[in-house]
């Protein structure tokens, strides 16, 4: 299931990108450095960081979409900067256990 | 890929953070345009990734260069920071000096050079107290 596919099911907002990357497990933590050597390609990763850096990490792991969670809004140049290099955010009300909990159920793993 | 060594270089200025990163985003599309395989291009990528967040939260930036051979891939990023007093603490997971403002952005968790170490084949820290740090990894192809 696509990372649109994902956030349209659960009623969340994508902010930027296409979505159109297939979402393939989950990560969720907001140290770069975790992140950056823990991810995996194709996961959706749930931060509260809602700050610039983390499009290098999105992109150097190659995420299949980010999700800022708990109404956390993101910054202005964030969005700019995440249209430019193609990279889905996603926003969302929800908890980041919330998000992955029912994200999981949705693509059965 | 062909025999003939391939060199890049970045410079690494980056005084409010928001391009840390694509020294190394850089790195990667270059070898995977070469055809490294997607387990060497993630190595390369998160160790020079955190050798180039190190030389911009800890050393106002610096340079990048990086050599691709068919054997190997080496960078070296340099920096004219405040040097690495003690190099023994600073391998230690979770040390950092790292300041609030750049934890809050969510560096500083003390596993850059850990990670460097894990995933490079060959690490060389070579740093002078008041006159910089440079630091060379070397992964295998
Ligand atoms: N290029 C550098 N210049 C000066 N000090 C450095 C440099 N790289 C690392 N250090 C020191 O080593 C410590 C540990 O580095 P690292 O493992 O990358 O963790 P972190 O960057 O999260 O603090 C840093 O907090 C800093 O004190
Ligand atoms: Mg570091």
Redesign the pocket.
């Known amino acids: 299931m696509t990372a649109r596919e994902v956030a349209e099911k659960l009623n969340m907002t994508i902010l930027t990108g296409s979505g159109d990357k297939e979402v393939t497990g989950f990560y969720t933590c907001d140290l770069l ?1 975790w992140v950056i050597s823990h991810a995996n390609s194709g996961d959706m990763w749930v931060t509260v960081m809602n700050n610039l850096n983390i499009l290098a990490v999105a992109s150097l792991v190659d995420v299949s979409c980010v999700v800022i969670p708990e109404g956390i809004e993101a910054y202005e140049n964030l969005l700019e900067r995440a249209k430019e290099k193609d990279i889905t955010l996603i926003a969302t009300n929800r908890s980041a256990a919330n998000v992955i909990i029912e994200a999981s159920k949705l693509i059965g793993r | 890929m062909s025999e003939e060594i391939i060199r890049l270089h970045y410079d690494i200025n980056d005084e409010d953070f928001s391009a840390a990163g694509e020294a190394s985003s850089g790195v990667k599309k270059t070898l995977s345009a070469l055809g490294v395989s997607p387990e060497t291009v993630k190595k390369v990528a998160i160790a020079m990734y ?1 050798a180039e ?3 911009v ?3 106002d930036g610096g340079e990048a260069d990086i050599e691709i051979t068919p054997e190997e891939i080496k960078v070296v990023i340099s ?1 004219r ?4 007093p003690d190099m023994e603490k ?1 391998m230690e997971p979770g ?4 300041t609030e403002t750049v934890r809050e952005l969510g ?8 990670n460097m170490k894990r995933y490079t084949d060959e690490m060389y820290i070579d ?1 002078k107290l008041g006159e910089g ?1 440079t ?1 060379t990894l070397i992964v295998k192809i």
């Open positions: 450095s | 955190e967040i190190n030389a939260i800890h050393a920096d920071g405040p040097g690495i600073a040390y950092s000096t790292a560096f500083g968790a003390g596993m850059g050079l850990p740093t740090t630091v």
